[in-house]
C-alpha cells in the first residue's frame, strides 16, 4: 500500500452490507474532494462490489485515477459468493459485512490504518447467516482479543457524547447485567477516550437506572447499589464522575463532556434526535479507534442512487480531525 500523500492518516473503510447503500455512500465519499483533502480511504470489500458500485454510478474514471495516483486504495475482501443484489436482505451479504468489518480491523491492527470507519451493516441479514452479533463493539473486542466487557459504544453528535453501558440486548437482560463493575469499567472508558480526543480532565455524567435515580428509594434502589457506587469508585481514581442523575435533566442541562446510558434506548433516542445523520458512532476502550455513522443500510433505496453520503463523509472527516488533533468525535 502507499503511503498517503503529504502524511495524511489512512482511514480504512468496510463498506458494511454489500446489499445496502454502504457501498454507494462509502464510494462516493472516498472520491469526494473533500475528503482526500485530510485522509486516504482504504475501501475494503469485495472487488465486486467495488467495482459495480464505480459502474453503478459513474465513477470507474475518478476511481481509476485515484486509485493510480494513491490518493484512494482497496484492501480487497473475497466474502460474496454472488454478485451484490441491492435491496436484497441475505444471509451472504450480512456475513460479507462481518468479514469486511474484521478485515479492516485486521489492517488497522498490523498498521495499514490509523482507523476505522465503517458502512451501516444490517443486523437481519447478519443474523441469517447465523453469525452471533451485538453491534460493533463486541465484534471489535473479539477481533482484537479485547474483553468485551472493556469496549462500549460511545455515540457523538453536535451535543452529546453518549457512552452506553449495555446495548444490543433486551431490556430485562440489560438491567440484569447491569453492575457497579460494568458502569465504572464504562466511565473508565470514557475518560480515557475523552482524554485522546484532546479533553484535559472530563466531565463525566451518569445517568440514573429508574425514574429520576430512583429519587431516594421511592422508584427503585438499582441506583443506590449499582451506579452511585460506581461513581465514588470512579472519583476515588481522578475521574470527574457526577451521578447519578435522570436522565431526562442530565441532558437538558448538556454540561458534561460525555454521559454514560443504561441501556439502549436512554442513550440512542437523544443521539438520533440530535445528530440527524450527523451522528458519529465511536467504538471505546479497544486498541483499534472504530467508528460507524448512526444510520441503518437503508435496503429500501439501496442501488437506486438516492442514498446521501453527506453523513458517512462527515464521519471520515470527523475521524480524520480526530486523528490529527483538530477536533474532538463531538465536532
Do not use: W
Not at 118 to 138: D, K, S
Not at 246 to 268: K, P, V
Not at 279 to 297: K, N
Amino acid at each position: 500500500m502507499s503511503a498517503p500523500p503529504s502524511g495524511l492518516p489512512v482511514i480504512a473503510v468496510p463498506v458494511g452490507d454489500p446489499n445496502g447503500i454502504g457501498p454507494e455512500v462509502a464510494l462516493k465519499s472516498a472520491v469526494s474532494s473533500d475528503v482526500l483533502k485530510i485522509l486516504k480511504p482504504v475501501l475494503v470489500a469485495d472487488s465486486a462490489v467495488i467495482e459495480a458500485t464505480a459502474v453503478r454510478y459513474g465513477m470507474e474514471g475518478r476511481l481509476a485515477e485515484l486509485l493510480a495516483g494513491g490518493e484512494v486504495a482497496v484492501s480487497p475482501v473475497a466474502a460474496l459468493e454472488r454478485a451484490p443484489e441491492p435491496g436484497a436482505v441475505a444471509a451472504g451479504a450480512g456475513a460479507a459485512a462481518v468479514a469486511y468489518a474484521r478485515a479492516a480491523i485486521r489492517l488497522a491492527e498490523a498498521g495499514g490504518a490509523d482507523a476505522v470507519v465503517a458502512g451501516p451493516h444490517n443486523e437481519t441479514a447478519v443474523a441469517l447467516a447465523g453469525i452471533p452479533f451485538r453491534g460493533y463493539p463486541q465484534l471489535l473486542a473479539e477481533t482484537t482479543g479485547t474483553d468485551p466487557d472493556d469496549v462500549f459504544l460511545m455515540l457523538a453528535t453536535p451535543r452529546f457524547r453518549i457512552v452506553h453501558a449495555t446495548l444490543h440486548v433486551g431490556l430485562r437482560q440489560a438491567l440484569d447485567s447491569l453492575t457497579m463493575g460494568r458502569v465504572l469499567s464504562a466511565l473508565r472508558a470514557a475518560h480515557t477516550a475523552l482524554c485522546r480526543m484532546g479533553i484535559a480532565r472530563p466531565q463525566i455524567a451518569v445517568c440514573g437506572i429508574d425514574p429520576h435515580a430512583g429519587e431516594g428509594g421511592l422508584f427503585g434502589t438499582d441506583d443506590e447499589t449499582v451506579t452511585a457506587p460506581a461513581v465514588v469508585r470512579a472519583c476515588n481514581e481522578g475521574i470527574a464522575a457526577d451521578g447519578p442523575r435522570g436522565a431526562d435533566l442530565l441532558l437538558q442541562e448538556n454540561a458534561h463532556d460525555a454521559y454514560i446510558a443504561m441501556y439502549h434506548d436512554q442513550g440512542h433516542i437523544p443521539a438520533k434526535l440530535d445528530g440527524r445523520g450527523r451522528a458519529l458512532g465511536l467504538s471505546i476502550g479497544a486498541p483499534v479507534l472504530f467508528a460507524t455513522v448512526a444510520h441503518g443500510s437503508a435496503h429500501d433505496i439501496a442501488g437506486t442512487g438516492r442514498a446521501d453520503p453527506a453523513p458517512f463523509a462527515g464521519a471520515l472527516i470527523r475521524m480524520a480531525g480526530l486523528l490529527g488533533g483538530r477536533e474532538t468525535a463531538a465536532g
